[in-house]
């Protein structure tokens, strides 16, 4: 099994920066992909960056120039640097990991922009 734990939410004003954090565990393969996902109320969730093992990044146009996804693959580790963040950026987020034995997901974590 693989456990995805997610961290690094929180409440921040236009403009600000937040960095999420994802750890996995368990039996981790390589060649796996790592992303984030975000899903606002009322709208379905939606890729927001991703991140191959092989090192291929691609982001939604809506976070592209502002959000960057890195990885630790020593670590397991995947997180997004989020800045210039706007209203609309308002989600839950959740990371995900996806190999060869399946899809997982973390708990997911709030971020808020909000005056």
């Known amino acids: 099994q693989v456990q995805l734990v997610e961290s690094g939410g929180g409440l921040v004003q236009p403009g600000g920066s937040l960095r999420l954090s994802c750890a996995a565990s368990g039996r981790i393969f390589s060649g796996n992909v790592m992303s984030w996902y975000r899903q606002a109320p009322g709208k379905e969730r939606e890729l927001a960056a991703t991140f191959t093992s092989g090192g291929i990044i691609r982001y939604a146009d809506s976070v592209k120039g502002r959000f960057t996804i890195s990885r630790d693959n020593a670590k397991n580790t995947v997180y997004l640097q989020m800045d210039s963040l706007k209203p609309e950026d308002t989600a839950v987020y959740y990371c995900?990991?996806?190999?060869?034995?399946?899809?997982?997901w973390g708990q997911g974590t709030q971020v808020a922009v909000s005056s």
């Open positions: 995900s990991l996806s190999q060869v034995t399946g899809l997982y």
